[in-house]
Nanobody, 123 residues
Framework: HVQLVESGGGSVQAGGSLRLSCAASAITYSNSCMGWFRQAPGKEREGVAVIASYDARTYADSVKGRFTISKDSAKNTLYLQMNSLKPEDTAMYYC??????????????????WGQGTQVTVS
């Protein structure tokens, strides 16, 4: 069973930066994926950024050039560096882990494990 614990959310002014962290229990499958998702009030959850076990990364168009996903395998920790934050980035951010099918990238993977979420508010 994979456990995920997010941290690093908070309130920031537009143009500011935050770094989210997600501490995960060991994920060793070669077809594993991890990602950051967000959900704003009244909106559906959406993907923000995902990263494969072999480091391939995919971003939502809305965050390209501003957000960077990374992982430290030695620490079993996933990160999301968020720069140039905008009010529309305000949401609950969730870390997730899952597996991808053969021939499918992490953006389309099945994410079965989720953290409790961390709030990001940009004003």
């Amino acid at each position: 069973h994979v456990q995920l614990v997010e941290s690093g959310g908070g309130s920031v002014q537009a143009g500011g930066s935050l770094r989210l962290s997600c501490a995960a229990s060991a994920i060793t499958y070669s077809n594993s994926c991890m990602g950051w998702f967000r959900q704003a009030p009244g909106k559906e959850r959406e993907g923000v950024a995902v990263i494969a076990s072999y480091d391939a990364r995919t971003y939502a168009d809305s965050v390209k050039g501003r957000f960077t996903i990374s992982k430290d395998s030695a620490k079993n920790t996933l990160y999301l560096q968020m720069n140039s934050l905008k009010p529309e980035d305000t949401a609950m951010y969730y870390c997730a882990a899952g597996l991808r099918a053969v021939g499918v990238g992490c953006w389309s993977a099945s994410y079965n494990y989720w953290g409790q979420g961390t709030q990001v508010t940009v004003s």
